[in-house]
C-alpha cells in the first residue's frame, strides 16, 4: 500500500514521459482534493488504467485528447474516476480483451479488499471511464 | 544542391529529433513539421517536399494513407515507425530506406545520403508506377469518417484515400441505409456514417437538416416552394430537387431568417 500522494508522484513521472510524446496535443487533469492524499491505495492501482488511456485513446485521437481523474470522498469511501476521450468507432471490449491491465487490476483489488470494492467500465461514443471504489484506509 | 523535407510524425519527440538531425545538414530545409495525416497531406501537396520523412503509424489515417492520397510524390520517401512489421510494404511502395526507432545517427545520416543520391541520380527515368499498385493491393474498407473536419474541410477515408472536402463543394448529404450519401457537384461519396452524426458536425458551417435522410448546404439553396399542404420543396442550384418535411420545416426557417446567405438568394421564399 501506499499513500495517494506516493501514487500520484509515480503517476507523474510517467504521465510526464506521456507528455514527451503526445505533449502537444494532450490536456491532462487531476482533481484531488487536499484531505485525500493521505489516504492509502495499493501501489500502482492507477498505472495500468491510465497507461490504456494512452494506449487506447491518446495516441488514437487526431486533435487534442483529453484525460482527467477524480479522487473524491464518499462517505467512507474513496471514489477514483479516470476518464479518457477516445474514438468513437473503437470496438472496445472487456470481454474480448486481450489485455492483462485491467483483469489484473481486479484481480488485486479482490486480493486487497476481498468483496469491499468496485471497479467498473463504461463507455459512449466518446469518452471511457473507469471507476473504482475502495474503502478509505489511512 | 538544396533539398526541402517535410517530416511526419504523431510524436512530438520524434519531430524534433529529426528536425535536430537535419539542422546538421545545410543542403536540408525542411518545411513542415506534422503531426497527424491531414496536415501531413496538405503539407506535401502544397511544399512538394524533395524528401519525406513519414511515421506509419499515426491516429486514423496511416503514412499509407497519407501516401496513397497526395497529389504530389516525394522525390525519396524514408519511413520511420518503431514497428517493423510494415518494413515490407513500405519497400513496395518504393521507399528509400525505413528506419526503426529507436535509430542511431548514423543510421539517420546513411538513410539521408541515400535519398540525396537517389534524387541526384535521374529520378524521373524511375519506375514510378507501381507504388500505387502496391498501395491498393491492401483491403479496402469503404467510406469512412475522419473524427476532426479541418478548418473549412470533412476528411473522408474512402478506398484507403483521404479526400478533404472542402464543405463549400458539398451541395447535400444523404442517408443511406448505413452509409451517407455526400453530394458533390458531379458525384457522391458513400460515407459510412449517421446523418445525426454529421448533422452535428456540420451544423456550425451553414449545414442544416430538411428531412430525416436530407441534410443540405444552405450555400446551395436556390428556391424554397410549399408542395402540399405540410411539405416544401427545396431546389438546389442546378436542379436537384428535395423534400422539407414538417418536421424540419420550422427549424429550416428560423434559420433562413437568421442567417439567410442574401448574396446567394435568387430564389423566391413563400413561407406561410
Not at chain 2, 144 to 166: F, S, T, W, Y
Not at chain 2, 168 to 189: G, M, N, P, Q, T
Request: glycine share 4%; charged share 25%.
Amino acid at each position: 500500500m501506499i499513500s495517494l500522494e506516493a501514487e500520484l508522484e509515480l503517476l507523474d513521472q510517467y504521465i510526464a514521459l506521456e507528455k514527451r510524446r503526445f505533449g502537444d496535443k494532450l490536456c491532462i487533469n487531476i482533481t484531488c482534493p487536499e484531505g485525500l492524499h493521505y489516504y492509502s491505495i495499493p501501489k500502482l492501482l492507477l498505472q495500468p488504467i491510465v497507461e490504456n488511456s494512452f494506449k487506447h485513446g491518446v495516441s488514437q485521437i487526431l486533435g487534442e485528447a483529453e484525460i482527467k481523474l477524480i479522487f473524491k470522498k464518499e462517505d467512507d469511501r474513496l471514489l477514483i474516476q479516470i476518464f479518457n476521450t477516445t474514438h468513437h468507432k473503437m470496438d472496445w471490449h472487456t470481454v474480448n480483451s486481450k489485455g492483462i491491465g485491467l483483469s489484473n487490476t481486479v484481480e488485486r483489488l479482490s486480493r486487497i479488499y476481498h468483496t469491499d470494492y468496485s471497479f467498473q467500465v463504461r463507455q459512449n461514443q466518446s469518452q471511457i471511464l473507469v471507476e473504482i471504489t475502495i474503502p478509505l484506509q489511512v | 544542391m538544396k533539398y526541402t523535407a517535410v517530416i511526419v510524425d504523431d510524436e512530438q519527440d520524434a519531430r524534433e529529433g529529426i528536425s535536430l538531425l537535419l539542422q546538421q545538414d545545410e543542403s536540408i530545409e525542411v518545411k513542415a513539421h506534422c503531426s497527424d495525416g491531414i496536415t501531413a497531406i496538405l503539407a506535401i501537396n502544397n511544399h512538394k517536399p524533395d524528401i519525406l520523412f513519414l511515421d506509419i503509424q499515426m491516429p486514423q489515417i496511416t503514412g499509407f494513407d497519407v501516401l496513397r492520397s497526395v497529389n504530389y510524390r516525394p522525390k525519396a520517401t524514408i519511413f520511420t515507425t518503431a514497428y517493423d512489421e510494415f518494413a515490407l510494404k513500405a519497400f513496395e511502395v518504393h521507399a528509400i530506406d525505413y528506419l526503426l526507432k529507436p535509430f542511431s545517427d548514423t543510421r539517420f545520416y546513411e538513410a539521408l545520403q541515400h535519398a540525396k543520391s537517389s534524387i541526384g541520380k535521374d529520378s524521373t527515368k524511375k519506375s514510378d508506377t507501381g507504388w500505387l499498385n502496391a498501395l491498393d493491393q491492401e483491403n479496402m474498407v469503404n467510406g469512412e469518417l475522419i473524427e476532426r473536419p479541418v478548418g473549412e474541410r470533412l476528411a473522408v477515408k474512402d478506398n484507403g484515400k483521404i479526400h478533404l472536402l472542402e464543405l463549400s463543394k458539398i451541395r447535400w448529404l444523404e442517408a443511406y441505409d448505413y452509409y451517407i450519401k455526400v453530394h458533390l457537384s458531379d458525384h457522391f461519396l458513400l460515407v459510412r456514417d449517421s446523418l445525426k452524426n454529421m448533422e452535428t458536425k456540420l451544423k456550425a458551417h451553414g449545414f442544416i437538416r430538411i428531412h430525416k435522410s436530407s441534410l443540405v448546404n444552405t450555400l446551395f439553396i436556390a428556391t424554397i416552394q410549399p408542395a402540399s399542404p405540410k411539405e416544401y420543396s427545396l431546389t438546389l442550384k442546378e436542379g436537384q430537387q428535395l423534400k422539407v418535411s414538417r418536421n424540419y420545416k420550422a427549424a429550416l426557417f428560423e434559420y433562413l431568417n437568421m442567417r439567410w446567405p442574401v448574396p446567394a438568394f435568387n430564389g423566391h421564399l413563400t413561407a406561410k
